[in-house]
């Protein structure tokens, strides 16, 4: 196992420097907090991670989570994870005081789960799930259901899930069947089943507390109809005590990734006898549901970004380590009397760090910046600048679930490569976090999914608002940059790249007007990619901005090669990334159709 799995720096600068989290420290309802608390807390995180986390990565992949006896087995450490997790605040750190929470700033939470997202992502998820859960809970739930279940949830003694997925629906949520018939006790039977329920059961918790969607007898069909419940695997009973609720975990899904992280089969009312308790009003469910989703898909881009950094460095430190092959003489040839040179000063090698590098610190800049929105618009001092940081929020959730994710995937690949052919052999760490990534861009919907979402929803929402928002806030950091003549180029390649963007979206929004929102769409994931690379272009400007800027005043929390790094990985992007963005854009405007079904047999 590689002896690092987090640049510590390079969060400490993200997170205090580049997004300035003082600004929302700032704020009075996170007034209890300074940047040394922050530190403290973080720091007990990471000593955390290092003693109960990372030494068991490799280990619960080898011993994975399994059905035996018509019960979860996972490993002792996911009992390590709930008990901490409620004992630190990771479960509750982000609520209100009045609800048992710690009032900490999404952003400070964020880093915290983000270092033990890194350290091993098979154990984050349960106490993530059960937070989750419990907000779900708190925010729409009545004073009883408050009471008797989200404590428990807080103190990592109960476990929460949210259940979506059917077999028959997949993530077409408006096919679901799961039933919730109404009685006179004021609970209502439920009767159905949900698949790929993560965290759905295991031994070390006393309950599960079920977040499930339902339809009530007699509502609209579609996802208009459809209701949300708390579903415990055991209920209350007068005494206080305990007892079945005819949930029963039919199984545990064997997956190639993330072996330690349980994703069951869950049954419900197999004996008529499961009883559920309605959240808020009758089909608002999925309302409901998509507040929980919209943080768990920042989550799973956290995730994501987490194995890509963690990657990063067991490549990086193998690259410092691995000799072989000699440097290129300057006749163009190898001389074999030279002693064999470190694999880090081959160029193509270079390469490939940098592209990690470049993806694994982008997508934590990203990561941060959602959660600072999230933060700015919860506190925000009046409706209008609580709308303003919504809805760039909104507009950029899509991003952040699918770039960590999908160039994840090809980041950890490059990683694996690095290390050639102990790449692909089981005792290297690289082709677990291979494994383990690949799930991130289809969780909480796919890259397919969350393309639509920003496409045809999310560009065009309140007439495009959210876009010239975001378009200021890039042009903020382009005037900055533009000050640095070495820095300057870079800004104006950017500039040109909105106007790309408006070309792009000036091209497909015609077919819009026109009611064709088939091919509106249809090339949804081509334009996430290339609003996804501009969107990384703006962040390791301001990276780069930052560096700049510290280097000529001589205020350096970091040593100089720190920061001349960030500056060289910024150019890396946009020689190597940003570049694709024209390729791209050559496609989304191109007229020919090719992937919108005709009466022509493609596939024959």
């Known amino acids: 196992m590689p002896s690092k799995y987090l640049d510590n720096d390079s969060l400490k600068f993200l997170l205090y420097d580049v997004h300035q989290l003082q600004d929302v420290l700032d704020r009075d309802y996170f007034s209890d907090y300074d940047q ?77 789960t983000y270092i033990q ?6 154990l984050p998820g349960y106490t993530g799930l059960t937070l989750g859960a419990a907000e779900l809970i708190i925010h729409f739930g009545n004073d009883h259901l408050k009471q008797a279940y989200t404590p428990p949830m807080l103190r990592g003694e109960w476990g929460g899930t949210m259940c979506l997925t059917e077999p028959q629906a ?17 609970y209502y039977k439920i009767k159905g089943q949900k698949i790929f329920i993560s965290a759905g059961d295991h031994e070390h918790v006393d309950n ?38 005819d949930v029963v975990t039919a199984g545990d899904f064997q997956k190639m990734g993330q072996k330690g992280y349980c994703t069951t089969h869950l049954m419900f009312g197999e004996k008529e006898d499961c009883q559920g308790w309605l959240v808020g009003q009758a089909h608002n469910g999925l ?18 970004a987490a194995i890509v950094m963690a990657a990063y460095q067991a490549s990086l430190e193998y690259a410092q380590e691995r000799a072989q092959g000699r440097k290129l003489t300057s006749s163009g040839k190898k001389d074999v009397q030279q002693e064999q040179t470190l694999i880090i000063n081959h160029p193509d090698v270079r390469r490939m760090l940098l592209l990690q590098k470049a993806v694994a610190e982008g997508s934590l800049s990203l990561v941060l910046l959602a959660s600072k929105y999230h933060d700015l618009s919860r506190t ?36 694996l490569q690095v290390l050639g052919g102990y ?60 000050q640095y003549d070495d820095l300057k180029p ?26 064709d929102f088939q091919r509106f769409t249809a090339d949804a994931n081509l334009f996430m990619e290339f609003f996804s690379n501009i969107v990384l272009a703006w962040l390791w400007l301001d990276m780069a901005n930052q560096a700049k800027q510290a280097l000529l005043t001589g205020d350096k929390k970091f040593s100089e090669d720190f920061y001349e790094s960030k500056i060289h990985t910024m150019r890396f992007f946009y020689k190597y990334e940003l570049v694709k963005t024209t390729s791209l854009a050559e496609a989304l405007v191109d007229p020919d159709v090719l992937t919108i079904p005709t009466e022509k047999k493609v596939f024959a």
């Open 117 to 122: 997202d890194a350290a091993n992502n098979h």
């Open 287 to 304: 309302r409901y549901m998509f507040m929980m989703m919209n943080g768990a898909r920042i989550g799973v881009g956290r995730g994501a």
């Open 208 to 245: 599960v507390v079920h977040l499930v969607l339902a339809r009530i007898e007699g509502a609209p069909s579609g996802t208009k109809g459809i209701s949300l419940f708390v579903v415990p695997k055991k209920r209350i009973n007068e005494d206080g005590s305990l007892i079945p609720n």
């Open 170 to 186: 997949g993530s077409s949520l408006s096919d679901i069947t799961t039933s919730a018939s109404p009685t006179e006790k004021g």
């Open 380 to 415: 925000a001092e009046s409706p209008e600048e609580k709308e303003r940081y919504h809805q760039m929020l909104e507009l950029l959730t899509p991003v952040v679930k699918t770039y960590p994710s999908e160039m994840g995937a090809t980041a950890v690949s490059n990683g």
């Open 36 to 112: 040394e608390a922050v530190g403290m807390f973080l720091d007990s995180v990471k000593d955390f991670s290092d003693k109960e986390l990372f030494p068991y990565f490799q280990e619960m992949d080898a011993d994975p989570a399994r059905f035996e006896d018509g019960k979860i087995l996972t490993h002792p450490q996911v009992g390590v994870m709930m008990k901490k997790g409620g004992e630190m605040g990771l479960i509750s750190g982000i609520f209100d005081y009045e609800d048992g929470g710690l009032q900490l700033p999404t952003m400070v939470h964020t880093a915290a």
């Open 490 to 515: 870079y800004a104006l390649k950017l500039k040109e790249k909105l106007q790309l963007t408006q070309e792009v979206m000036g091209f497909l929004l015609e077919f819009a007007k026109r009611g």
């Open 423 to 482: 790449g692909f052999c089981s005792e290297y760490i690289l082709q677990q976090y291979h494994r383990d990534i690949r799930i991130f861009s289809i969780y909480e919907g796919t890259t397919g999914i969350q393309s639509l979402d920003l496409l045809g929803r999310k560009m065009t929402m309140n007439g495009g608002a959210a876009v010239q928002l975001l378009s200021k806030e890039i042009m903020s950091t382009i005037a900055n940059a533009s």
